[in-house]
């Protein structure tokens, strides 16, 4: 992936757009060039971002528990377990751009699989985005979370994959 350097306010604003969305930075600057060069995406494209998007999150939420940053590692969990749940969506058309949308579609989607698991695992992986902003959870539990999220993807990716 490419590298892009911001002026700060540029970069502020991009903050402040992701966390009023739920969204991730990288897409909305995805979002922003498809419409300046007037490519949109079709479904296909748009679920292997997310896709691609979510791998990258969870690499980089290990490498982050790896150096004991607990408050990174929720974030980027929590943002691998996002990406997977809109790349699920984009495959089926629809496009989820708030974290009302992302909890409705895990709603519909637990209930159309008839699937506990999923509500209790997509419940932890916001835990770990609340934890981002308020660094309450030991680190013991960060982890442990973190790895409900891992089980999260597993399993939204072999639904993806059928």
Do not use: C
């Amino acid at each position: 992936m490419t590298s892009i350097v911001l002026p700060k306010r540029i970069e502020k604003k991009l903050k402040e757009e992701s966390e009023k969305r739920g969204a991730m930075e990288e897409e909305i600057i995805i979002e922003a060039l498809t419409k300046m060069l007037n490519e949109p995406l079709n479904p296909d494209e748009k679920t292997e971002i997310h896709l691609k998007l979510s791998e990258k999150y969870m690499d980089e939420a290990e490498e982050y528990l790896r150096k004991r940053d607990y408050i990174q590692a929720s974030e980027k969990a929590w943002g691998a377990a996002s990406q997977i749940v809109k790349a699920l969506a984009a495959k089926e058309g629809r496009e989820l751009r708030s974290h009302a949308s992302l909890w409705e579609y895990m709603d519909e989607l637990a209930e159309r699989l008839r699937d506990k698991e999923l509500r209790y695992l997509w419940g932890r992986a916001n835990n770990l985005h609340q934890n981002f902003y308020e660094n309450w959870m030991p680190s013991r539990e960060v982890e442990l979370a973190v790895d409900d999220v891992k089980m999260l993807i597993g399993k939204l990716k072999t639904i993806l994959e059928k």
